[in-house]
């Protein structure tokens, strides 16, 4: 059985007992977990609906998972901002969150921008790190909020803390170009190290950059060589072009030192 479903429907098994004292709502969460876990999803779906019906929040968010991934039925936009307005409105903050990705990316429906932060908002301030980073995007770009570099960077801070790689990368850039923050190659290189361990693509790109000119470290070619070869496997095109740079240097490095002997 998957550890991350056994957890969540722990946490379930144990919210429904202490509000409801409710034997049956125990039993139905429970085969709500092992259909899930064996990708009985229309089963799932099944409880999740009756669950739905007394107010559940957490099951009105499983139903807006199913229909927004598609998992064991037909996938639509529509009956997950349907599923996930319902939980968010029970003020579920993942639920909030996922509302808010669906208005923001806005595929198979309406997309808007301001609705979305005006979501991502509760949500970050619970404390939900991939909230916070979606809205420090939104003040960062300014899309559905006045731009503002400040509460972005906040808001990164706050999921970079979190461990939320992505963050981690935004403030690995910010510390590098000075933007908001004092200037901190070594800050930088910290964060960046910990996104790029947490395999983001663009950390690795970035990572490999750093060894490649000697940024808070010594220049190492054959490490950026590593993260170069590693973030091109992830179709990063810019890995490319800094893996013929490398190639170029080594080759002129190469000439001189055997003109020199």
């Given at each position: 059985?998957?550890?991350?479903?056994?957890?969540?429907?722990?946490?379930?098994?144990?919210?429904?007992?202490s509000i409801t004292g409710n034997a049956e709502t125990h039993n139905q969460a429970l085969e709500a977990l092992?259909?899930?876990?064996?990708?009985?999803?229309?089963?799932?779906?099944?409880?999740?609906?009756?669950?739905?019906?007394?107010?559940?929040?957490?099951?009105?968010?499983?139903?807006?998972?199913?229909?927004?991934?598609?998992?064991?039925?037909?996938?639509?936009?529509?009956?997950?901002?349907?599923?996930?307005?319902?939980?968010?409105?029970?003020?579920?903050?993942?639920?909030?969150?996922?509302?808010?990705?669906?208005?923001?990316?806005?595929?198979?429906?309406?997309?808007?921008?301001?609705?979305?932060?005006?979501?991502?908002q509760p949500a970050a301030s619970a404390g939900h790190a991939e909230a916070q980073f979606a809205l420090g995007?939104?003040?960062?770009?300014?899309?559905?909020?006045?731009?503002?570099?400040?509460?972005?960077?906040?808001?990164?801070?706050?999921?970079?803390?979190?461990?939320?790689?992505?963050?981690?990368?935004?403030?690995?850039?910010?510390?590098?170009?000075?933007?908001?923050?004092?200037?901190?190659?070594?800050?930088?290189?910290?964060?960046?190290?910990?996104?790029?361990?947490?395999?983001?693509?663009?950390?690795?790109?970035?990572?490999?950059?750093?060894?490649?000119?000697?940024?808070?470290?010594?220049?190492?070619?054959?490490?950026?060589?590593?993260?170069?070869?590693?973030?091109?496997?992830?179709?990063?095109?810019?890995?490319?072009?800094?893996?013929?740079?490398?190639?170029?240097?080594?080759?002129?490095?190469?000439?001189?030192?055997?003109?020199?002997?």
């Amino acid at each position: 059985m998957r550890q991350p479903l056994r957890l969540l429907f722990t946490f379930i098994l144990l919210l429904c007992t202490s509000i409801t004292g409710n034997a049956e709502t125990h039993n139905q969460a429970l085969e709500a977990l092992e259909a899930l876990d064996t990708g009985n999803y229309k089963l799932a779906k099944k409880i999740f609906l009756s669950l739905s019906k007394s107010g559940d929040a957490e099951a009105q968010y499983q139903l807006g998972l199913l229909y927004k991934d598609g998992r064991g039925l037909k996938h639509s936009a529509k009956r997950a901002e349907k599923w996930f307005f319902k939980a968010a409105d029970n003020n579920h903050i993942a639920a909030q969150y996922q509302l808010g990705k669906l208005y923001e990316i806005g595929k198979d429906i309406q997309q808007d921008y301001m609705h979305a932060a005006m979501l991502y908002q509760p949500a970050a301030s619970a404390g939900h790190a991939e909230a916070q980073f979606a809205l420090g995007m939104m003040f960062k770009n300014g899309y559905g909020v006045p731009k503002n570099t400040a509460k972005s960077i906040d808001l990164f801070q706050l999921s970079a803390s979190q461990g939320n790689p992505r963050a981690q990368l935004e403030m690995a850039n910010s510390y590098l170009q000075g933007i908001g923050v004092s200037k901190d190659i070594d800050q930088a290189f910290t964060l960046v190290v910990k996104a790029a361990e947490a395999d983001l693509a663009e950390a690795n790109l970035l990572l490999g950059i750093m060894y490649f000119d000697g940024l808070a470290v010594e220049k190492d070619l054959a490490a950026a060589n590593m993260y170069f070869q590693h973030a091109a496997s992830q179709n990063i095109d810019a890995a490319n072009t800094y893996i013929e740079k490398l190639k170029a240097e080594q080759t002129t490095a190469i000439v001189t030192k055997s003109k020199s002997q």
